[in-house]
């Protein structure tokens, strides 16, 4: 436990070099005991989720070895199909170990998964994938019992709605299930890709067809692997904002433009500069920022990741921006914390035809009690504060709110942040922020 004490009002820059992705990194150490064989996970960025999912192989027998960014998984001694509750609710990631539990055990036993408080995630859509495959499921004693004694066969499933995350856990088990499956609607985040490449070197079958269409054959074997991370996109956003935002220059290595095509888009209308090279990104600003309208959206849309840090930089630029969230249904959490440091902004429900088609999550889960759009009037001037970080993406948005801000900030619950960011408060210091950890 600990907090950022930050003195805002100095511009960054310098160069900054990312990490592996958090979204992939983590995932594809589960993915790799599907093997019994050691994997190697390169450039993995060192995180909280890498930190608990370690936990959990270890609880389940296997074994972990970490050098620098360096990980090895040794998965030929795992002897419990159950993810401990205490570590599963914790962590989203618990999910994600059924596939290789139900093709080493034939059962999969894991809590309701935990992670940031930002809407409700469809496990149930993960769930529906592995039934659709031959498994069964039942929750008892607030566990997910899933059990496949017969194995998985292959088989046509399509997702209700766009699911990253679930996407990638029917990639796992169709991996092994007999036969061929096809996979309608799936996720074409670069994540995704990461994980099919993984998987392709493990030995498994796996190809897109077209738009959102994945033909996987199941095999019964899997060898060790050795796979680089994907560099961390969001990372990406984030120093890209902090440099417009502080009217600073900034270098941001490894960073990958196809990756990051709607943001780059909205940079430049925004009024801010950017310039890529085949090492990465340069980002930085001259000129008074412009009012802009977002919508967060499924890949290659505008990610839903970078909607919270794109407000912070709306709330300098010079007219009403807007921003509405098609994602998660309860994405806004970080906008009273930017209210109270100064902004100015007001909450709105977008006027839409169809809801059930605009918005990628479940009907069920459109409350009325939670608000889709925001807009924001600018340019405004931020005061420091003391804030308690809800969750990844607000921490990040907070912190870049305290880099702007005048005078001084403190925010609280930082380990939120420390569980999708390696050492942000060491590398924005490289880059002239004046920002301290402080343990509590």
């Known amino acids: ?53 370690q936990k959990i192989i270890e609880s389940l027998g296997g074994k972990v070895e970490r050098t620098n960014h360096h990980l090895k998984v040794i998965s030929k001694n795992l002897s419990s199909f159950t993810v401990p509750y205490d570590l599963g609710k914790i962590s989203r990631a618990c999910s994600f170990f059924v596939p290789p539990l139900l093709f080493r055990f034939g059962k999969a036993f894991f809590p309701v998964p935990g992670g940031d408080k930002i809407g409700p995630r469809p496990i149930n859509l993960h769930l529906a994938g592995l039934e ?132 780059l888009e909205k940079a430049k209308e925004c009024g801010g500069g950017y310039q890529t090279t085949t090492r990465g990104i340069r980002f930085w600003r001259n000129n008074e920022l412009q009012a802009t309208q977002i919508k967060a959206l499924p890949y290659p849309g505008f990610m839903t990741d970078w909607q919270p840090l794109w407000a912070v930089l709306m709330t300098q630029a010079k007219g009403e921006s807007e921003i509405i969230e098609t994602i998660h249904n ?24 169809n809801p059930e088609k605009f918005y990628n999550f479940l009907p069920e889960h459109n409350l009325k009690s939670y608000y889709h759009g925001i807009k924001i009037k600018g340019p405004t001037p931020f005061k420091g504060k003391r804030i308690a970080i809800p969750d990844i993406r607000a921490g990040a948005t907070l912190t870049l709110a305290a880099l702007i801000a005048q005078g001084k900030s403190t925010l609280t619950g930082i380990e939120h942040l420390d569980r999708g960011y390696e050492n942000l408060d060491e590398r924005l210091r490289k880059l002239g922020a004046r920002i301290k950890r402080v343990d509590e």
Do not use: C
């Open 132 to 263: 659709a495959l031959g498994a069964t499921v039942k929750i008892r004693n607030k566990l997910y019992e899933v059990d496949a004694p017969q194995g998985l066969r292959g088989n046509k499933f399509r997702f209700k709605i766009n699911t990253h995350t679930g996407t990638e856990t029917l990639l796992m088990a169709a991996a092994f299930a007999r036969g061929r499956t096809v996979l309608e609607n799936a996720a074409e985040e670069p994540e995704v890709d990461d994980m099919i490449a993984f998987l392709n070197k493990m030995g498994a079958k796996i190809k897109r067809l077209g738009s959102r269409k994945i033909e996987i054959r199941g095999v019964q074997k899997f060898r060790g692997a050795q796979h680089e991370v994907m560099p961390d996109r969001n990372e990406a956003v984030t120093f890209g904002v902090a440099a417009l935002a502080t009217m600073g220059d900034v270098f941001v290595e490894r960073a990958k433009p196809e990756h990051l095509q709607a943001f």
């Open 330 to 353: 309860f994405r806004f959490n970080y906008v009273k914390n930017l209210v109270a440091m100064g902004a100015k902004i007001k909450p709105f429900n977008p006027k839409v035809k």
């Open 1 to 53: 436990m600990g907090k950022f004490i930050i003195e805002g009002g100095y511009p960054l820059r310098g160069t900054v070099a990312l990490a592996g992705a958090k979204n992939s990194g983590f995932k594809l150490v589960i993915a790799s005991l599907l093997a019994d064989s050691p994997s190697e996970i390169i450039g993995y960025s060192r995180i909280g989720d890498i930190e608990i999912t």
